[in-house]
């Protein structure tokens, strides 16, 4: 079993910064691959971005690409998410998700075994 814990969370102002924090415990963190998916009312949960178990290989959503930066501690179990220049439409709740590494990093929630709680994003404009 593992267990993920989101932090870092909150209200921010248009154009500001936050990072989230992803706590990973009860298994090998550095076999897996760590994703962060965000959800509104109402829509699926969307991808945002995810790294390979070595942390080399990421990748990001459109939308986030160039202001968004994941990346992991393998030491800490840990995985953050860097958000600059946030915008309104950034508002949601993120979770952080682990997938058993398969030589991929799914975007999409379907292949993902573990998840955490989430924490509230918002941003104001």
């Known amino acids: 079993q593992v267990q993920l814990t989101e932090s870092g969370g909150g209200l921010v102002q248009a154009g500001g910064s936050l990072r989230l924090s992803c706590a990973v415990s009860?298994?090998?963190?550095?076999?897996?691959?760590m994703a962060w998916f965000r959800q509104t009312p109402g829509k699926e949960r969307e991808f945002v971005g995810g790294t390979s178990p070595s942390g080399t290989i990421t990748y990001y959503s459109d939308s986030v690409k160039g202001r968004f930066t994941i990346s992991r501690d393998n030491a800490k179990n840990t995985v953050l998410l860097q958000m600059n220049t946030l915008k309104p439409e950034d508002t949601a709740v993120y979770y952080c998700?682990?997938?058993?590494?398969?030589?991929?990093?799914?975007?999409?929630?379907?292949?993902?075994?573990?998840w955490g709680q989430g924490t509230q994003v918002t941003v104001s404009s």
């Open positions: 009860g298994r090998t963190f550095s076999n897996y691959a």
């Open positions: 998700a682990a997938d058993l590494w398969n030589y991929n990093v799914p975007m999409h929630p379907g292949p993902y075994d573990y």
